[in-house]
């Protein structure tokens, strides 16, 4: 997506963008966290999905803050990346914190309902 950046590709960077929350939805599908957390045995395999799923959705934030800067704003403040009035994390692959407490707040993408 960078190198799309720098030669002003914004529909090629937006389509590498898709593409990568692709790789996460499937990633979802074949991990079913929602299957691991049904027992104590497969609670240490969930913690590791769920610290995968909460890096790789801080990166979508950094990915579309050249295009939703406010919403990339929101994601990180929902994962708890900004805690203490810490700055917007523009660094890939950046793990958070351990103990971070993830935010419930509003669908920053609600789902349109045809009339």
């Known amino acids: 997506m960078c190198n799309e950046m720098d030669k002003l590709q914004f529909s090629r960077a937006l389509e590498v963008i898709w593409e990568f929350i692709a790789r996460v939805n499937k990633f979802i599908e074949d991990k079913k966290p929602w299957l691991l957390a049904k027992t104590t ?11 995968t799923l909460a890096m790789a959705i801080k990166d ?8 939703m800067p406010k919403t990339a704003v929101e994601i990180q403040r929902q994962l708890g990346a900004m805690e203490n009035n810490q700055p917007l994390c523009l660094e890939f692959q950046q793990k958070l914190k351990e103990g ?11 789902k349109i309902e045809s009339a």
Do not use: E
Not at 41 to 51: E, F, I, S, Y
Not at 102 to 110: H, I, S, T
């Open 41 to 51: 045995d497969t609670r240490p395999q969930l913690a590791t999905v769920l610290g």
């Open 60 to 67: 979508i934030s950094v990915f579309i803050y050249p295009f």
């Open 100 to 110: 971070t407490v993830v935010r419930k707040g509003k669908p920053l993408f609600p």
